[in-house]
C-alpha cells in the first residue's frame, strides 16, 4: 500500500442494520465487487453533501426495495482497506413496513442475530457484528 492511498480523503458509507425481531437483513457481495463474496448490510457511499443516515435509507430502498427509517446511530467506524479508506457509519433501522420482505431478486436475506457470527464479513464490521450477536443472545435469554 503506498503512502498516497492513505493520504487520500475516506469514503463515507452510510449503513443500515435493519431489524426485524431478532432477525438482520444481509447478503453476499456480488462477483465484481470489491469485498466480494463477503456478506454484508445494505448501504452504500454518501452523495456529495449527503448526511450518512440519509445515504443509509437511500441506499436501503436502492439495494432492497424496502423503505426504511434510520432510527439511531449504533457505531461509527474508520478503517483502512486495501482499496479504499472508509469511514462506516452504522444505523439500527426499521422497515416503515414491518411485514415487508425484501426483493428477492436483490439477495438480501433475513438472518437470525445468532448466524450473523457464522458468515463472514468485511473486517470493518467485526465489531457490530459482534455487538449484535451479543445483544440478541442476550434478550434470548432474559426474554
Not at 23 to 43: I, T, Y
Amino acid at each position: 500500500m503506498s503512502s498516497e492511498s492513505t493520504a487520500e480523503p475516506a469514503v463515507r458509507v452510510g449503513i443500515g442494520l435493519i431489524r426485524r425481531g431478532g432477525s438482520f437483513l444481509v447478503r453476499q457481495r456480488p462477483d465484481g465487487a470489491a469485498l466480494a463474496g463477503l456478506w454484508e448490510f445494505p448501504g452504500g457511499k454518501c452523495e456529495r453533501g449527503e448526511a450518512a443516515d440519509r445515504a443509509a435509507v437511500r441506499e436501503c430502498l436502492e439495494e432492497t426495495g424496502l423503505a426504511v427509517r434510520a432510527v439511531a446511530l449504533r457505531r461509527a467506524v474508520e478503517h483502512l482497506y486495501p482499496h479504499a479508506r472508509v469511514e462506516l457509519y452504522y444505523y439500527d433501522c426499521e422497515p416503515v413496513d414491518p411485514a415487508a420482505d425484501p426483493d428477492p431478486a436483490t439477495g438480501f436475506r433475513w438472518v437470525d442475530a445468532s448466524a450473523l457470527a457464522a458468515l463472514t464479513f468485511p473486517e470493518a464490521n467485526g465489531p457490530v457484528v459482534a455487538e449484535l450477536v451479543r445483544e440478541f443472545a442476550t434478550r434470548a435469554e432474559s426474554g
